[in-house]
Structures are given as structure tokens and as C-alpha cells.
């Protein structure tokens, strides 16, 4: 598969506080970068995605960057609460996960 | 229709046994997927359908055997599996190509004795 790096593996924040999780990437072709969120015991589902001819987009409280010279991207999620805690996963060239962000939101 | 539909859920089969795995979509998506998720890992492609063909074969071992018998159908036949095969098989249906986010199954929950 390709390569992607996700960072942090683990983040632990107050409710209301914001979180940030990036994904590095090593290959250029990609045009298509979307984010995933898995709840214990539950199918991932996909929350937000951008493509490459857009720097930033937002839904709400998450929103999601592109740095394509950088080669990579981030997932925001703003005043946090306690149902955002799951598994993150970004997601390259179509098919390929990252590693995985376990977010916890502590009340 | 937005979902994805797989059956059965839990699923526990001996090393010598035959089962298949299925997947139902009708959203119209000409892509369909299997994954393989192990505990606090994130899920690993195995097979990649588009406009039921299959485009792309992660060096799966052939005791896993997919096919997809029409556009709205994906199923994964199993044979002779191995412990270490255990996991949580996720269908998953998109747009073909960089078209759009998946749309994942709730999976099947595979325990091989």
C-alpha cells in the first residue's frame, strides 16, 4: 500500500478544546484526501474530505487543510465534546488508511 | 438507499470449512471494496471491484475468493482459513475512481477455530 504517516496516535483533550490530527503523505498523484471517524465497535464513516484544487473546508465544527507542496493534510475539529472520541483515520489515494488517531474527550 | 448492507454479522467457522461473506449495495456505486480490520488497526484493502471487475488484488492469499455478480452485489468466499485470519471484514461502495468517500457496511465479525 502507500505510505502514510498520522499523528498524533493518541490525543487526550478537554471538552471544548480543539484537536488537530495531520497525515503526511509521499505520493503526488493523489487528488482525493478524505477523513474517517470509527466509534468503538462500529463501521468508520466518512465525516469530511477535500480535493486537491482546495486548500481548506469546513463543516461545522470540523474542517479539514491541504498542503499539497507540504504533502499533507489535517483534520480540525473545534470545541470538542464528548461524542467526537473515536478513532480518526485519514485516508490517501483512495483506498490507503492512515495508522489511526484515537481521540478521547474528557468531560 | 444509503447503506451498505453485510451479512452475516458474527461469523465463527473451522480451519476446514467453506463460508461466504456478502455485501449489498443499492446506491448505485460502481466500486466496491473489501477490508480487513484487525484490533486497533486501521482497515487493510484486499480487493478493489470497479464496474464489476476486479481492478486491484492486495496479494491476497487465494483462500479468500471475491466476486461481485452484479453491480449492486460483492461477496467474499473463504476456504480453508487460518487462525491468524480472525478480523472484522468491512464491504465498502464509492463513486469509481477519486469520485468520493465510501460508504462502509457495519461488517462481519470472522472467528476462525
Known amino acids: 500500500g502507500e505510505n502514510v504517516e498520522q499523528h498524533p496516535s493518541t490525543l487526550s483533550v478537554q471538552e471544548g478544546d480543539s484537536a488537530v490530527i495531520k497525515c503526511t503523505y509521499s505520493?503526488?498523484?493523489?487528488?482525493?484526501f478524505p477523513w474517517y471517524k470509527q466509534e468503538l465497535g462500529k463501521r468508520p464513516q466518512l465525516i469530511i474530505d477535500?480535493?486537491?484544487?482546495?486548500g481548506e473546508k469546513k463543516d461545522q465544527r470540523i474542517a479539514v487543510t491541504l498542503n499539497k507542496t507540504a504533502k499533507h493534510f489535517s483534520l480540525h475539529i473545534t470545541e470538542t465534546q464528548p461524542e467526537d472520541s473515536a478513532v480518526y483515520f485519514c485516508?490517501?489515494?483512495?483506498?490507503?488508511f492512515g495508522t489511526g488517531t484515537s481521540l478521547t474527550v474528557i468531560p | 438507499d444509503t447503506e451498505v448492507t453485510q451479512t452475516p454479522k458474527h461469523l465463527v467457522m473451522g480451519m476446514t470449512n467453506k463460508k461466504s461473506l456478502k455485501c449489498e449495495q443499492h446506491?448505485?456505486?460502481?466500486?466496491m471494496y473489501w477490508y480487513k480490520q484487525k484490533a486497533k488497526k486501521p482497515p487493510e484493502l484486499m480487493f478493489v471491484?470497479?464496474?464489476?471487475?476486479?481492478?486491484i488484488n492486495e496479494s491476497v492469499p487465494s483462500r479468500f475468493s471475491p466476486e461481485c455478480p452484479n453491480s449492486s452485489l460483492l461477496n467474499l468466499h473463504l476456504h480453508a482459513l487460518q487462525p491468524e485470519d480472525s478480523a472484522l471484514y468491512l464491504c465498502?461502495?464509492?463513486?469509481?475512481?477519486?469520485?468520493?468517500?465510501?460508504?462502509f457496511g457495519s461488517g462481519t465479525r470472522l472467528t476462525v477455530v
Open positions: 465498502a461502495s464509492s463513486r469509481p475512481g477519486q469520485g468520493g468517500g465510501y460508504t
Open positions: 505520493d503526488s498523484a493523489s487528488n482525493y
Open positions: 477535500i480535493r486537491s484544487n482546495v
Open positions: 485516508a490517501f489515494n483512495q483506498f490507503y
Open positions: 446506491m448505485g456505486h460502481r466500486a
Open positions: 471491484y470497479s464496474y464489476e471487475k476486479l481492478s
